[in-house]
């Protein structure tokens, strides 16, 4: 059992500041201003600091995560030579190779803040080297970082052979969540049946669904509607996730006045994925180039649960990223328009709570009673933790210190007048 842990002076993501947390066997016991430390616990002043809920990524690809150059990289950067150069990469992959990417990213996460991750994974080799090293990497981080496991059928569920039988062996090897494609389907018509498909079978496991839906320019793409009438139909409310959903970003205003209130109606939660969409979206336009991203305040206003994906870090996708969800609500709140007051904390809440929310985690939060996993960051705000991708001074899972940084500070040497640059200084009036 780990020694109590007490911070002092924290600030909460919902404004209140001097507040005292203490941990006791892996929950949290108390939050209130001047808590008294009982015996033997670990005490760390908290330095008015912003302490948050731990990060988490409703949307990625850990199958492909760090294989960035293998065998080549991709030189255009566009979405079709990233699927082509995983066709290349699929058959030289070993289990071992992406057990050990897949594991080193997992610390970059940790050390990140970010506990929790649903990844999709590609089922679509018949040999399920993925699935199995993915099942396995999830049982070793299981101690510091919950993986949530989806299985997805990345060259189709109807347009690929075995893919069927092995997205149920996939499910029947211990994988969490239903995954699919339906744009990726020859006929719009074969995209229709899949989800149906998908959702029947998510419904008769009592499994989540979390569908690549509509990641496309195209405005007559539908299967988000689809996934709406599905998930009511079989009573998915609440565990139905269509992921990307870029086609809303081009749709008639008409049509979308119709489906906003159908996805809220059906319980159906929605993530975009902003430093993919923003990158691989708009590629036949000219100009005026498209954003591409779905419209995240729009749906949010309506009451749908919006999350924020990473997607890829260093992939045939995408030659970026480092784990940081920050910049993940950064890209979201600057493509989004969102620069409110209330738009920079709801794209601080679409990387922590929202996603927690469509990962369904189990006590998650900041209140008496919740596990006692979070993060200390080096900000006095939630927008301001997205200005500064602010320094993870503390990362804590089940009340035990799991990651520190050191806080970031600078000290200038220009000629005359050594100065500290401190860029969390507020400079009012
Ligand atoms: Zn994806």
């Given at each position: 059992m780990n020694r109590p842990l007490l911070l002092r002076g924290c600030t909460l993501p919902d404004g209140r500041t001097g507040c005292d947390v203490l941990a006791l066997?892996?929950?949290?016991?108390a939050i209130d201003p001047a808590l008294h430390a009982p015996d033997g616990a670990e005490v760390i002043d908290a330095g008015g600091w912003l302490l948050s809920p731990p990060f988490v990524?409703?949307?990625?690809?850990?199958?492909?995560?760090?294989?960035?150059?293998?065998?080549?990289?991709?030189?255009?950067?566009?979405?079709?030579?990233?699927?082509?150069?995983?066709?290349e990469l699929k058959p030289d992959l070993t289990a071992e190779a992406i057990a050990e990417r897949a594991l080193a990213y997992c610390d970059w996460a940790a050390a990140r803040g970010l506990l929790a991750i649903r990844s999709h994974v590609d089922v679509c080799?018949?040999?399920?080297?993925?699935?199995?090293?993915?099942?396995?990497?999830?049982?070793?981080?299981?101690?510091?970082?919950?993986?949530?496991?989806?299985?997805?059928?990345?060259?189709?569920?109807?347009?690929?052979?075995?893919?069927?039988?092995?997205?149920?062996?996939?499910?029947?090897?211990?994988?969490?969540?239903?995954?699919?494609?339906?744009?990726?389907?020859?006929?719009?018509?074969?995209?229709?049946?899949?989800v149906r498909l998908l959702c029947e079978l998510a419904a008769a496991r009592g499994l989540p669904v979390d569908l690549h839906c509509d990641e496309s320019?195209?405005?007559?793409?539908?299967?988000?509607?689809?996934?709406?009438?599905?998930?009511?139909?079989?009573?998915?409310?609440?565990?139905?996730?269509?992921?990307?959903?870029?086609?809303?970003?081009?749709m008639d205003n008409y049509y979308v006045s119709k489906l906003i209130p159908l996805i809220a109606e059906?319980?159906?939660?929605?993530?975009?994925?902003?430093?993919?969409?923003?990158?691989?979206?708009?590629?036949?336009?000219?100009?005026?180039?498209?954003?591409?991203?779905?419209?995240v305040p729009e749906l949010m206003a309506a009451g749908v649960t919006v999350g924020f994906g990473h997607d890829c870090v260093m992939d045939p996708w995408y030659a970026l990223g480092s784990?940081?969800?920050?910049?993940v609500a950064s890209m979201g709140l600057h493509v989004?328009?969102?620069?409110?007051?209330?738009?920079?904390r709801a794209c601080f809440d679409a990387v922590t709570q929202h996603n927690a929310r469509i990962l369904g985690l189990d006590g998650y939060g900041l209140a008496p009673g919740c596990r006692a996993d979070f993060v200390l960051l080096q900000a006095r705000s939630p927008a301001e933790a997205i200005r500064l991708r602010a320094a993870r001074l503390?990362?804590?899972?089940?009340?035990?210190?799991?990651?520190?940084?050191?806080?970031?500070?600078?000290?200038?040497?220009?000629?005359?007048?050594p100065s500290r640059v401190d860029f969390t200084r507020q400079h009012a009036g």
């Open positions: 066997d892996g929950r949290i016991a990524d409703a949307h990625f690809h850990m199958d492909a995560v760090l294989s960035h150059g293998l065998p080549r990289v991709n030189r255009s950067g566009t979405l079709l030579e990233g699927i082509a150069l995983w066709g080799d018949d040999r399920l080297l993925a699935v199995q090293a993915l099942l396995d990497v999830k049982r070793r981080v299981a101690p510091w970082l919950q993986l949530q496991l989806v299985a997805f059928p990345q060259d189709g569920l109807l347009r690929s052979p075995n893919a069927r039988a092995n997205l149920e062996r996939a499910l029947d090897l211990g994988v969490d969540v239903v995954g699919g494609i339906p744009h990726f389907e020859r006929t719009m018509a074969e995209g229709t049946e899949s320019d195209d405005p007559m793409s539908r299967h988000i509607e689809t996934l709406a009438f599905q998930a009511q139909r079989l009573g998915l409310q609440g565990r139905a996730t269509g992921s990307h959903v870029t086609s809303m970003h081009s059906s319980g159906v939660s929605i993530v975009a994925n902003p430093l993919i969409n923003i990158t691989l979206q708009g590629r036949h336009d000219t100009y005026p180039r498209r954003r591409g991203m779905t419209r784990a940081d969800m920050l910049e989004a328009q969102m620069t409110s007051q209330d738009g920079m503390l990362v804590v899972h089940g009340g035990r210190v799991i990651a520190r940084s050191a806080p970031a500070e600078c000290e200038l040497l220009l000629s005359g007048r």
